[in-house]
């Protein structure tokens, strides 16, 4: 619903902008669960091999969260990527007014207000909502079922005992647990938070070291002004995701 209220506003571009997004989300998944998988495996066939179980666990776990971090640095810097796509730019004079009347004759600031707002800022919006899918993307859920998502391992000189065995780890560990997945958005959530913030205090420094430059009013202040509305806008869309988390507990997929 929110990409289709974001192709309703974002005007005769938004039916390419989010085409482009929903690829580039499709090839982000793929990518991240075939790397999910391979380390999953590869983390099996060792831990049914190698005596020290507890360390192999250990550095599964690190490669997941190296994946997770570059998931989430991918999703924010994605949903930028998707804000100059769509035509805009940091200055006040690259705002889609027309977007403000979408629907209504004239101007009516309760529904133009959120109208231009969402216009700008809608593809982060959208990057936050849909941070769960990269996380389902990071997750080994069902890759153990694909035909031949372990083909590379099985052709090392591994027996078909260890095979066996390997592969009766990771029917047990299909699924990750709601607490743990929850424990993932928040941190993936971090990820793009910290995004957000070191971009704000960059532009920050630079508007403070060229505050006497001939095109601060034009370059540097509108700059650091979007940035801080980005950062707002990212923020209160964390928070709509997090409330809708909370219900993950209940879920039969999750």
């Not at 998931?71 to 990527?81: K, V, Y």
């Not at 370059?219 to 650091?224: E, R, V, Y």
């Not at 979007?226 to 809708?244: H, K, P, R, S």
């Amino acid at each position: 619903s929110t990409a289709a209220v974001l192709i309703m506003v974002l005007g005769y571009k938004g039916s390419l902008t989010m085409l482009l997004a929903f690829l580039q989300a499709a090839c982000a998944c793929n990518l991240l669960q075939a790397a999910s998988a391979r380390v999953h495996y590869a983390s099996a066939v060792l831990q049914s091999t190698a005596p020290d179980k507890l360390q192999q666990q250990i550095d599964d776990s690190a490669h997941n969260s190296h994946l997770l971090v570059v998931g989430s640095g991918l999703w924010g810097m994605m949903s930028l990527q998707l804000f100059f796509c769509s035509g805009h730019f940091c200055e006040f004079s690259g705002l889609q007014y027309a977007s403000a009347f979408t629907g209504v004759d004239s101007m009516v600031w309760y529904i133009s207000g959120p109208l231009l707002l969402l216009n700008t800022c809608g593809v982060l919006v959208l990057g936050c909502m849909t941070l769960p899918l990269m996380l389902v993307a990071v997750c080994p859920c069902g890759t153990q079922d694909q035909p031949g998502t372990h083909q590379f391992a099985v052709g090392n000189g591994i027996s078909g005992q260890v095979k066996a065995a390997a592969e009766e780890k990771l029917a047990a560990d299909h699924c990750v647990l709601p607490g743990t997945l929850q424990q993932q958005l928040w941190c993936s959530m971090l990820v793009v938070n910290s995004i957000r913030f070191a971009a704000l205090v960059v532009c920050m420094i630079s508007a403070a070291v060229q505050q006497q430059h001939i095109l601060l009013w034009a370059i540097f202040a509108p700059k650091l002004v979007f940035e801080l509305c980005f950062m707002a806008v990212v923020d209160v869309a964390q928070l709509l995701t997090a409330l809708y988390a909370q219900s993950w507990h209940s879920s039969p997929v999750l």
